[in-house]
């Protein structure tokens, strides 16, 4: 009796293993079919993003062409710098938030008329928000006509002041700001050359400095969803303004080429895609739209930090030298964080060399090995800024 009853368990322990076996094996045979969904999605939505950025590039290039009509160098937003023309595209501000310094320059027949343009552009430019820029900008209501698919998300920008808190220490008057303006232009020399596009004109060029703690202002209008999203996140408060410092200056408008967008340059066909799903669980891609609202910019470059480090680079043991990797993978990607240390792009492969590091040699590593030269410079100005940040709020 007893001989059968352990036959019998022997038995049931075989036939559980291999219930359990093959259990494990379909578990991993979703997981591999969930991921390949993903990706395969994925891919989808890359490719409906890039046939609607199509559309964004092809009303880009015809506004920029129509600006060659008047402008011999018809400039136009970058990172750094945000550029607005008037309807009439005859005169434009250039706010380069890097060199903090404010371009006005106008197309004009006479002194006087040019003094007129460029006073009203200097007082636009100096107390407009980021709601009105988004709505009355030429492009941008050109660029909103164009359809968008239901998997890209849209959102309204929300009004914030862009230089208003930089010129003034509080909301200013319209006596502020016309005594601001005639000041101003009465001690900056106007400068004009002859225009080589329109005939019996010339280009007046205004240039002013703007404050010397005008980043610092900048920042604060940042602070309480910075601080709220880095905690939420998980991450220094320091390391979230260093980045935002080094990819835009805290400028809200910016845009490069590749295209990025807002604050923290979010890529919608990269970083944008994982990072929603990280946060809202749902596969959707992000407009240009949605990342010039500032609270959706921070809220998606801190989450796309947080993959970076606990997700991405998560295999790396000592906090130091995965903040650095962090850093660097923010510019150019975890991939090339592995190729520094392994010349592939392996992660795993990569962690343990890491691990035998002190942060100081892995930091060193970085600065030597990888790729290219922009992440090595972005490393060091984040690395940086981050102490400065620290001093700044006392963090």
Not at 93 to 122: M, R
Not at 183 to 201: C, F, L, P, Q, R
Request: include cysteine; aromatic fraction near 10%; proline fraction near 4%.
């Amino acid at each position: 009796m007893i001989k059968k009853i352990i036959i019998s368990l022997s038995l049931a322990t075989v036939i559980f293993a291999q219930t359990a076996s093959e259990f494990q094996k379909q578990q991993m045979q979703n997981f591999t079919n969930e991921k390949t969904e993903f990706n395969d999605y994925k891919k989808n939505l890359e490719l409906e993003f890039e046939r609607y950025q199509e559309e964004h590039l092809k009303e880009y290039n015809n506004y920029k062409k129509e600006l060659s009509n008047y402008w011999e160098n018809p400039e136009m937003s970058t990172k750094k710098s945000w550029i607005a023309y008037t309807k009439d595209k005859k005169t434009r501000t250039n706010v380069n938030f890097e060199e903090e310094i404010i371009v006005v320059q106008t197309i004009a027949n006479s002194q006087k008329e040019a003094n007129e343009n460029l006073q009203i552009a200097l007082a636009k430019v100096i107390t407009v928000d980021t709601k009105t820029v988004q709505e009355n900008d030429p492009l941008e209501v050109r660029l909103s006509k164009i359809r968008t698919p239901s998997s890209i998300v849209i959102s309204e920008v929300k009004s914030e002041p862009i230089l208003s808190t930089v010129i003034f220490n509080k909301t200013p008057t319209k006596e502020d700001v016309a005594s601001y303006v005639k000041k101003t232009i009465e001690s900056s020399k106007v400068k004009s050359v002859k225009s080589n596009k329109i005939k019996h004109s010339k280009v007046y060029t205004l240039k002013v400095k703007m404050p010397k703690d005008a980043m610092i202002k900048r920042s604060k209008l940042y602070y309480t969803e910075v601080k709220k999203q880095a905690k939420v996140q998980e991450l220094p408060v320091p390391l979230v303004f260093a980045i935002m410092h080094s990819e835009s200056s805290f400028n809200p408008r910016a845009r490069s080429h590749i295209p990025a967008y807002g604050l923290m340059q979010i890529v919608p066909k990269s970083a944008g895609i994982d990072t929603y799903q990280y946060l809202y669980k749902k596969k959707k891609l992000v407009s240009g739209t949605y990342l010039y609202n500032s609270k959706n910019n921070i809220t998606m470059g801190s989450g796309y930090l947080h993959i970076l480090y606990y997700k991405y680079l998560k295999d790396i043991k000592n906090n130091d030298s995965r903040l650095y990797c962090t850093i660097a993978a923010y510019n150019t990607g975890a991939g090339n964080i592995a190729w520094a240390f392994t010349k592939t792009h392996n992660m795993n492969k990569a962690a343990p060399l890491i691990n035998a590091l002190t942060p100081e040699q892995v930091y060193n590593k970085l600065i030597k090995d990888l790729r290219y030269d922009e992440p090595k410079e972005y490393l060091k100005k984040v690395s940086k800024r981050m102490s400065a940040y620290h001093k700044i709020y006392g963090l």
